[in-house]
Nanobody, 122 residues
Framework: QVQLVESGGGLVQPGGSLSLSCAAS????????MGWYRQAPGKERELVAR???????DYTDSVKGRFTISRVNAMNTVYLQMNSLKPEDTAVYYC????????????????WGQGTQVTVSS
């Protein structure tokens, strides 16, 4: 099994910054991509940012230029630096990882973290 442990989040004023981190552990053979999703009350979960093992990144339009995702492959860790935060960024942020486990036969996994609350409010 693969587990994700998230940290960071909290309450910040509009225009402020927060950083999230997510570390993967367990029976990992490969991590093809890690990313952050968010879900606001009454809304569906949406992709915020994602980074592949090769370093390619995707961002949802609303966070481009404000959020930066980065990954340390050797540590199976992904970070999300969030700047110029807006009230509409308020949501529970979830880490996600997809790849293959190290068992035999190798099986794919698609694992989620427990979520961390980000609240942007004055």
């Amino acid at each position: 099994q693969v587990q994700l442990v998230e940290s960071g989040g909290g309450l910040v004023q509009p225009g402020g910054s927060l950083s999230l981190s997510c570390a993967a552990s367990g029976s990992i053979f490969s991590i093809n991509a890690m990313g952050w999703y968010r879900q606001a009350p009454g809304k569906e979960r949406e992709l915020v940012a994602r980074v592949t093992s090769g370093g390619s990144t995707d961002y949802t339009d609303s966070v481009k230029g404000r959020f930066t995702i980065s990954r340390v492959n050797a540590m199976n860790t992904v970070y999300l630096q969030m700047n110029s935060l807006k009230p509409e960024d308020t949501a529970v942020y979830y880490c996600n990882a997809v790849g293959y486990g190290s068992g035999r036969p190798m099986r794919p996994y698609d694992t989620w973290g427990q979520g961390t609350q980000v609240t942007v409010s004055s």
